[in-house]
């Protein structure tokens, strides 16, 4: 087994004449904890697309445990475990609680000759899915649209996590939810590494990273300015990259 679960190497992405990534490599440790900063135009969402399977990258490479990924479309990415939970949760209003978590998913039981949907054992699946993330909501069985965004939040987390996922990439994850929710995904967060599943968090909110990351990458303009082990910088330092595109460190060698 590779010492990591996903390495981009020099990923390069445009749209039209806007270069979005310039030969940006990240890693991503088994079972770790990555936070994925930097400012609006970075990159980082696109980054993760690529990763995800929902864009295609215009140069680099891609490996899964070691081995080249050849997928080209979020099947292929879901297929080698990696699922992402978009910062709009990409959730249908209409369906109930467990049909969205199996949407394209759906079990099915035979009746009568034809195949129907198991609505009964996708129901009983998704509480048990609940459970064993620690999650609460009202019911598997009410429309999303009447939820919480804390609630629909655990609705995208128990999607991604129940099929054998081995990375789920979070965007914005904390975003626009009051201080319980934030304290909830961010114990979600922490089981799903101890359960020794790895994740990337693209997050404007630098406490969170800090609070429960193992390693933060910073980018800038399309081009990765940084990577840190949480224990090896600090708040100060983080904005500094942000802001200046700069990773001071290199910096002083250079001037040294």
Do not use: C, W
């Amino acid at each position: 087994m590779s010492a990591f679960l996903v390495e981009m190497r020099n990923i390069s992405k445009t749209f039209g004449a806007v270069t979005a990534l310039q030969d940006v490599s990240l890693r991503v440790p088994h079972a770790g904890v990555v936070g994925l900063v930097g400012d609006n135009a970075a990159g980082k969402s696109t980054l993760m697309k690529i990763l995800a399977g929902a864009l295609a990258r215009d140069k680099g490479d891609i490996l899964i445990d070691g081995a080249p990924a050849g997928y080209t479309h979020p099947i292929g990415a879901r297929e080698a475990g990696i699922e992402m939970i978009y910062q709009d949760f990409a959730l249908v209003p209409d369906l109930t609680v467990a049909q969205n978590i199996f949407l394209g998913r759906e079990l099915t039981r035979r009746r009568a000759g034809l195949t129907v949907l198991d609505k009964r054992a996708m129901n009983d699946r998704a509480r048990e899915l609940f459970g064993a993330l620690g999650l609460r909501i009202p019911s598997v069985t009410l429309p999303v649209q009447s939820l919480s965004g804390g609630q629909q939040q655990a609705v995208a987390i128990a999607r991604a996590t129940g099929f054998d996922a081995k990375l789920v990439i979070m965007d914005e994850p904390t975003a626009n939810l009051g201080a319980p929710a934030i304290a909830k995904v961010r114990e979600t967060i922490a089981r799903l590494k101890a359960s020794g599943v790895a994740v990337v968090i693209i997050s404007h909110r630098l406490e969170d990273i800090f609070a429960i990351g193992d390693s933060i990458v910073v980018m800038k303009q399309g081009r990765l300015v940084a990577e840190r082990a949480i224990g090896d910088t600090d708040n100060a330092d983080v904005v500094e990259m942000i802001v200046t595109g700069r990773d001071p460190r290199l910096a002083a060698t250079v001037s040294a």
